[in-house]
């Protein structure tokens, strides 16, 4: 891409000069990683913790550049965000320009198009074709947040559902949601009253055979017998849970769930936080059955790697907060904003939900020809470029945390972020920018085939 007359610095439509193509060049993590190692542990609170402590200089599309000059390939796309991969050029453009003629002034006070324009996009590719609107904030845990404040102001009604497994953030009330004790809640209670949780759909440790309506049927019985529908304001559900393991409900449940909402009057709310924006190969995976949410949240790859979030919902029951009661300092912030609205211009344009689909099935391959040869792999599953696998004792359903946490190492130690999940800490899973170049991603899950069979062995 640089060529002797190129100006300095980089070019104008991003790191576009960063090769697409791992390469070490000292151990990992190097010298000058661990020792901003040092000084982070000496500044930085002990309990941000950091899955691999190698310091990142610069970013483009799947490759991360670390201080000491290795690149490595990402898996992870920090956590769900840039599926339009690292710098991408429509980003960073709209970044630019936005910062440069103004960056806040706060929607509460004075307006700016730009938010308007991420609402209309987001009540557009939100499912359903009622009429819809739309708030904006700044992190998942806040787009939960107001989500549970929306559904309890338009019910009367105060009880929360949400499901085993389920993560939703790191707030008080959003920890009370988030099922994990560890290292989400430990030690930092009371949380918030008036939460519930039932089981979700979990195929691969349910009773076998078990449907996703007689999952349903056991949440729902449960709901019925110790809260009462009538005191239920919503129930929150990831379609497919995140940080609980990638866990794929069976066909039917949500439906099921979605249905039973409609005739008791409950809300049924969507966690789209790192499930949403082509990710599971559609714009939101409730689309995969057809189903339609009253409320939507939405945040990660909404910003393309500025921090973005929002609730979609029902305009009756959007609308039905007074004046005043949603909103925030940062909330929409306008640099955001353009971020977004460059990100969703890219998701479109390079059609994202396709490529999640081909991304995913080479993942899908990979890991089940794994899993055909190692006995440790109990499961393998996902939808589009969401694909994890479920470490094991061989034969067992007994979750296998260690394996996972060596088989990461692994691959981290050889340039290739991947990431862990699961309420157990024995899953591992693919995550990776929807615009990473084939050859680039077989090249990863091939670092990450060795992992496999060189720790399972
Ligand atoms: N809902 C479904 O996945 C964030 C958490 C990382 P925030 N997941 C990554 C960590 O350990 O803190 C998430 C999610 C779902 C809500 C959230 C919360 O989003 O932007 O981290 O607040």
Redesign the pocket.
Known sequence: MSTTESPPGPPPGGHAGIAQVRSLVTTVPGPRSRELEHRRSAAVAAGVSSTLPVFIEEAFGAILVDVDGNSLIDLGSG?AVVGVGHAAPAVVEAVRGQAARFAHTCFMVTPYESYVAVCEELNNLTPGAGEKRTMLCN????A?ENVVKVARHATGRQAVVALDHA????TNL?MALTARNMPYRDGFGPFAPEIYRVPPSYPFRDPDGMTGEEAADRAVELIERQVGADNVACLLV?PIQ??GGFVVPAPGFLPALARWCAQRGVLFAA?E??TGFCRTGTWFACEDEGIVPDLVAT??ALGGGMPL?AVTGRADLMDGVHPGGLGGTYGGNPVACAAALGAIETMRTLDLARRALILGEAMTGRLRALQDVHAGIGDVRGRGAMVAMELVQPGTAVPDPDAAKRIAGRCHRDGVVVLTCGTFGNVIRLLPPLTIEETLLADGLDVLGQAVDAELA
């Open positions: 956590i992190s998942g845990a806040e939960v993560y939703h953030g790191r959003t990831e995140g940080e966690d936080v790192q945040a990660k979030a």
